[in-house]
C-alpha cells in the first residue's frame, strides 16, 4: 500500500484547511493510499512543533525527513502557499524537491495585503499545484506557475442536526429569530456586519468561533456595542444522546447564515449553507461571485430589504435549489475521482 504524508502548519482541528485536508485524507485512503499526517500543532501522526504558524525555529531537516519518511507522494497543505512561516516553508520545499508533491493552496500572499511583499510559493517539476479556486489558479499562472482547480467538497446529505436540543442549550425561545455566523472573528470576516444584520432582522447574533490574529479587544468592543443578544462560541454542556456538538447542530439550530467577509479564500459556509437547507447572506467579496457562477440564489450583507421580504414569506424552493447546485458541483463523493485526476500527472 503506498503512502501519503500529508503535511501543514495545524491538522486535526475545525479550521478550515484542516477540515479540507480531513476530506483529502479520506479521498486518498479511498483511492489506496495510507496517509501520515505531519504538522507543528494537532493530533497528528508526527508532531515537529518548528512547522507551526509563528514556530521561532522551523524542525531539522533529519526530524522532517524522518516525518516524511519514504511517502510515494506528499501532500503540503497551505504550508507553502501562505508565508505564516517561511523558514518552515523552506524546509519542507527543501526536503521535497524531486518528489511527487502536491501542494495544496488554499490561500496566497497577495491575497492578505500584509504578506503581499512575499514571493509565489516554491515550484520545481516534479510538483503540482491545485488551488481551491479559479481566481487563485489565473494569479498563479500570471506569476508562472501552473496550477489546477478543485473545489472544496462537501457532504451532500449532512446529519440533520439537532434544532431544539441546542436552541434550548443557547437559551432560545421557539419563535426567536437566530443568525449564525459560523466562522472565526478576524477583521476580514467582518463581524460588525453580521452583527447589523441580526439587529436589522430582531434576531439573536451567534459566533461560532474565537477572535484570532489580536482581534480580541475588538471583538470585545462589537458585541459589546450590539443592539441585538449575541451568543459566542458552542453551547456549553452535553446535550441530547451524549454526542459532543457539531458544526451541523450550528447550521440546525439557525434561521441565517451570515458571512459578510471581505475575503475568503473558499468559504466554506456558502456550500454548507446550501447542503443544510438555510439561507445565506453573503459579502462581496471576489471568490463569491465565483461561487455563486454555478446557480446559488443568495441574499446580499449589503442589501437588507430582499432579505427581511423573505423572512416575511419564506420560499422553501430557493433552499432546494441551492441543495441541488451543492449536490451538482461540490459533493465529497465526487473527491477522489478528482485527486485521482491530480495524481496521474505526477
Known sequence: MPTAAMVSFRLGGGDGVSVEAAKWQAALESLGYRVRTV?????????????????DVPPAAPDLRRALGDAELVVVENL???????PAAQRVADACRGRPVVLHHHDLPWQRPHLA????????PAWRHVTI???SQRELAARGIEAVTVYNTFDPDPPSGRRSAVRRALGLADDDRLVLQPTRALPRKRVGAAIAIAERLGAVYWLLGPAEDGFGPELERLLGAARCPVRRGPPLGDLEGGV????????AACDLVALPSSWEGFGNPTV???THR????????PVAGELASFGFRWFDSEAPAPLADWFDAPDPGL????HRVARRHFSVHDLPERLAAVLATL
Open 117 to 124: 511583499h512575499h514571493p509565489p510559493p516554491p515550484d520545481d
Open 244 to 251: 459532543p456538538f457539531g458544526v451541523h447542530d450550528a447550521y
Open 278 to 285: 438555510r439561507p445565506l447572506t453573503v459579502g462581496c467579496y
Open 272 to 274: 454548507e449553507s446550501a
Open 80 to 86: 507553502c502557499s501562505l508565508p505564516l512561516n517561511p
Open 319 to 322: 433552499l432546494e435549489h441551492n
Open 39 to 55: 504538522a507543528g500543532e494537532g493530533p497528528v501522526d508526527a508532531l515537529l512543533p518548528g512547522l507551526a504558524i509563528g514556530a
Open 133 to 135: 479556486n479559479r481566481l
